[in-house]
Every structure is written in C-alpha cells, then in structure tokens.
C-alpha cells in the first residue's frame, strides 16, 4: 500500500489510541468493564437458557468449550507483558464463571 497521508494518519491515531489505553489506570479500568460486562453477560445466558429449557446441556458444553479455549489462550502466553486483549477477554470469562456460580447458589438455596 502507497505511504500516503491518510494512511499515515490512520496508522498515527491507531497507535495513540493503543499508547492511551496503556495507562494504567485505563488497563485497571477496562479490566472492570470487562468483569461487569461478563457477569452481566453470565446472567443473560443462564436466564434465557433457563427459560428455554431445551438446549441447557448443549449451552453448557459450550461454555466449558469456550472457557477452557480462552483460558488456553491467555496462559499458554509465555511472553512478560500481557496483552491488553488478552486481559479483558479472561476478565470477560472470570466475570462469566462467577455468575454461573451465583446463578447456581441461587438455584440451590
């Protein structure tokens, strides 16, 4: 592809917008997002699954094929910086997990 000013500028702002979400407190705060939003996203699947009542085995195959994936993923990675990527998707999945187990203590009780 040509060097040409648009190109330039595109690749510029991509790499300030990586170099601001670097900041700590940025990373602390994405990682939050991402563990709020997975809860969040655990609550919707277990309250629609439930309320179908046809697929809970099949969805729950599924999480586990998915959990154990991204868990591959993030800890297979060797390197001594994490990926900021990486870090919110294995947040997303923590958040997932600890709503299925609160879901289940609900059910339980």
């Known amino acids: 592809m040509q060097d040409t000013r648009l190109n330039r500028l ?3 702002v991509g790499a ?4 601001w979400l670097r900041s700590p407190w940025r990373r602390s705060s ?3 997002i991402g563990l709020l939003g997975g809860f969040f996203l655990g609550n919707v ?3 629609t699954a439930g309320q179908a009542a046809k697929l809970d085995v099949s969805i729950a195959a599924l999480l586990i094929v998915v959990t154990e994936g991204i868990s591959r993923l993030v800890y297979a ?3 001594k910086t ?4 990486g870090d ?7 958040g ?14």
Not at 82 to 85: K, R
Not at 88 to 94: D, E, H, R, S
Not at 96 to 109: D, H, N, R
């Open 10 to 12: 595109t690749n510029n």
């Open 16 to 19: 300030r917008f990586m170099k």
């Open 30 to 32: 994405l990682m939050l």
């Open 45 to 47: 699947i277990s309250t």
């Open 77 to 79: 990675n060797k390197s």
């Open 82 to 85: 994490p990926s900021l990527t």
């Open 88 to 94: 919110i998707v294995n947040a997303i999945k923590i």
């Open 96 to 109: 997932v997990t600890y709503s299925l187990f609160l879901e289940a203590f609900k059910l339980g009780s």
